[in-house]
């Protein structure tokens, strides 16, 4: 069961980042199209093209802890014994994920407070766009509880 919700999960995520990616590439080659071939370039499209861009972020938050494709500096942490280098990577998801689930949880009232915000071009609603705080905070905290379970379970298998 749990498998498969993180396979759902997975998904959705990379659907999202394919998407949001999908949709910057477009709206940016229609800017530049826009501006060789056109008197005047549009304006809705550097509007778009960053939430585009914000969305694409906020999709890929989570797959990057999950892929561990964050940037690390891990000097101090190689002088470590192997127990605790697992440990204090069990630390770091931990604070992380409490971190993360802080800001999920208060960017609730940041979404509410765009609710009577529209955006100045596309006229969109900029609790839409704040979503995507909530986005990229629930599932790099969701991802990070995830990776500290398996931390966990690889410390206590005794294989650190």
Known sequence: MLKTLNAIMDKVLEAGTLLSLLSMITVVSIQVFARFALPKAPPWTEEAARIFFVYTVAFAGGLAVKAHAFVAVDTFVTMLPGKAQTILKMVIYAVTAAFMGLIAYHSTTY??????????????????????????????AVYSLIEFGKTFLLLRGGRS
């Not at 609710?115 to 629930?138: G, H, K």
């Open 111 to 140: 979404i509410s407070v765009g609710s009577i915000q529209l955006s100045p071009a596309l006229r969109v609603r900029m609790s839409y766009v704040f979503a995507s705080t909530f986005i990229v905070s629930f599932f790099i």
